[in-house]
């Protein structure tokens, strides 16, 4: 509200991306809801402003509430639009949201869908990413726990070595 009065836009923004995620994790159809109507709102205002990565978000925010909606094709929509507009970026800087994040979540919902190579494909780029990030950590014990002590990224790596051909254990 406050953000509103100031009509601070960034605010506004991380505002509605915060009250998304906790609609969203409260769960249930009517907070879910809420979710993505926060959502919308974050890619309408994202869009006529040009922030990109908060427009990406908002896909992303809005795909992951259609999802546990069970609504699968319109959490394929916003979720796509989410990789499209990462695939032309090719980098986020966000502390809100990572690539692999982006990929896994993608892969989850076609999987859903039935399309279990495109869900392997990007699996494997959510696995690359977050393999990708932990080689730039040059200290072993600190690159470990990053593997295998953040929520995330140990998900994408127990699935990974479950689903991916080419991956074995740390």
Partial sequence: QQAEERNDLSLMLKSYQAFSTYHRLLGGDDNLTKAIRLSNRIIKLAAESGYFEHELLGHYLRGVSFFELRDLQKAFESSNKAITQIEQSKYIESAQISTAQ????????????????????????????????????????QRLDFLSNVPLNQEIMMVSRRQLPNVTSL
């Fill in 102 to 141: 982006i990929y896994y979540m993608h892969s989850r919902i076609v999987g859903a869908l039935g399309q279990v190579d495109t869900a392997q494909t990007y699996l494997q780029k959510a696995y690359d990413e977050t393999m990708r990030k932990a080689n730039l950590i040059t200290d072993e014990q």
